[in-house]
């Protein structure tokens, strides 16, 4: 392959590039509001095509030819950009979108106006390189490509036949339970709360990537999928109108990530780098983080929390009940750990959920409940105590035997250490002794060593190993996250060292 001069290549290129160029001069002659979305997608389909040439030849590479490149990737990110705010613009009214916080219309035509005029300054820029390669020749009337804004005030009949689907409440509790799954990977998009416009710059690319969003954006889109094959058009989403509206707050979702992606790599690719110096900025650094935080992000966060509520009335909607018996958590009962994760996986399906332990019952998402059952607990193991001390064979035949202090010191270090190897017992603090424990007067050996225990068991240096178990009962689905919850130690080791928790329950951790 040989090498081509550069002054060569102009000519050479001109007539593969001749659309683009043709196009870009038309747009910088008009007006924002007059630029039909038809025009901005062949701009996308062009700017795509020379930017695959210009690769060809190796123009990214070559320092004289590389402002090309880039104002062809520039003209291609924002007409991409602006092409899929013109669908989102038109298209939002059938989504059946939730009320949210702010005027979305609104700020999408502010957005979207604002990009017009980058996008216009950027095609002067790229002219002016044009020019200088010998390339702004024979150039097509803006006439000739025949753009016009298509008005659409009529629609074709509705008479496709309604699908009947297989287990549909099973596939509308799937994607309900899926977005809310997506609702928590979300959680850092709520970052736009925690700042102020001037401190936008410090997100990108720390919090707000290019690959972060692609990774979310296609999550949301193969959900979408899922939706569409499954139960678009089917019986259940006629039954239940609340199916379409959540599959509408899907697809809003996935355009505002897909769109701000191309923004934030164009940030990240040519605003974090040096601007080169042939080629004139289209749009300040405030005003595009604006769009990309103050619009994009926002609203894209403010649509995943509008969802993650209507997907709990739809999963009640479906609800089915069920009881499971799981084991109490080995470290202390419901302490601070296990009672938030329990009422996490509860709060995350907003499903009403009840531990039963006795005869009382708890309130699965109220953290401050399942530590009362500690009370119930605690009781249990003191009673555990007394059965472990008066079926112990030194106790059996003398549970009423008095005996000197040192004695019933031995006895009980005898019966302490019996019930340690035998797993009864757990201890958390090696550090105590039996020696400062002094019986009282006409205290029994079954009472000394009784209370021994459950001395050190109210100072939380040993627990009893009971065998105790709980009921929960209410929605299934969360049941069986609580009794994975479970099966994994409730997130920690015997000891109360926190675990690694399975994938299944990753939301637990956010």
Not at 35 to 56: F, N, T, V, W
Not at 323 to 349: C, D, M, Q, W
Request: charged share 25%; with cysteine.
């Amino acid at each position: 392959m040989h090498i081509i001069k550069e002054e060569e290549l102009g000519p050479l290129i001109q007539p593969e590039m001749c659309d683009f160029i043709s196009l870009s001069s038309a747009l910088k002659d008009l007006s924002h509001n007059n630029i039909p979305r038809q025009m901005i997608g062949r701009i996308l389909l062009e700017a795509s095509k020379c930017e695959e040439m210009l690769d060809a030849y190796g123009a990214p590479r070559n320092e004289y030819w590389a402002p090309v490149r880039m104002a062809v990737a520039v003209a291609k990110a924002f007409s991409r950009v602006i092409y899929n705010l013109f669908h989102i613009s038109r298209a939002a009214g059938g989504y059946s979108l939730l009320d949210i916080e702010g005027d979305f219309q609104k700020a999408t035509e502010d957005s979207l106006n604002t990009l017009l005029k980058a996008f216009s300054t950027a095609s002067g820029n790229f002219l002016k390189v044009a020019r200088k390669m010998r390339m702004d020749h024979d150039l097509y009337p803006f006439e000739s490509y025949g753009f016009h804004n298509l008005v659409i005030d009529s629609r074709l009949k509705e008479n496709r036949k309604i699908r009947t689907v297989q287990n549909p409440s099973e596939t509308a509790v799937f994607v309900a339970t899926k977005l809310l799954n997506l609702a928590e990977e979300s959680s850092w998009l709520g970052i736009h709360k925690k700042m102020e416009p001037d401190q936008y710059h410090s997100c990108i690319p720390d919090i707000i990537s290019e690959a972060r969003l692609r990774n979310l954006a296609n999550k949301f889109h193969t959900l979408q999928s899922t939706y569409d094959t499954y139960l678009s058009g089917s019986n259940i989403a006629e039954k239940d109108e609340n199916l379409p509206v959540m599959r509408g707050q899907i697809t809003v979702i996935f355009h505002l990530l897909d769109t701000v992606e191309t923004l934030v790599h164009y940030y990240e690719r040519h605003t974090l780098k040096n601007w080169t110096k042939k080629l004139k900025e289209p749009i300040n650094n405030k005003e595009l983080l604006g769009i990309i935080i103050g619009y994009f992000i926002t609203f894209s966060d403010r649509y995943i929390s509008a969802a993650r509520d209507l997907c709990r009335g739809i999963l009640k909607s479906y609800a089915v009940q069920g009881e499971i018996e799981v084991p109490i958590p080995n470290y202390r009962g419901f302490h601070v750990r296990p009672s938030t994760l329990i009422a996490k996986i509860a709060i995350h399906y907003g499903s009403e959920v009840t531990m039963i332990l006795g005869k009382a019952s708890y309130d699965s998402s109220l953290p401050l409940e399942l530590f009362r059952a500690n009370e119930e607990l605690n009781r249990r193991k003191r009673d555990a105590v007394a059965r472990y001390v008066m079926e112990h064979k030194l106790i059996i035949n003398d549970a009423g035997a008095t005996y000197d202090a040192p004695l019933m010191k031995k006895i009980l270090r005898v019966i302490f250490l019996d019930l340690l190897e035998k797993q009864k017992i757990m201890i958390y603090d090696n550090d105590f002794s039996f020696e400062d424990l002094t019986p009282y007067e006409n205290e029994t050996l079954a009472e000394f060593i009784k209370r021994g225990i459950a001395l050190y068991l109210a100072m939380g240096k040993i627990d009893i190993v009971s065998g105790d178990t709980v009921r929960f009962q209410g929605d299934l689905r969360v049941l069986e996250d609580i009794r994975y919850l479970a099966e994994n130690g409730y997130g920690e080791d015997k000891f109360g060292n926190n675990t690694v928790l399975p994938k299944s329950l990753s939301y637990l951790k956010r």
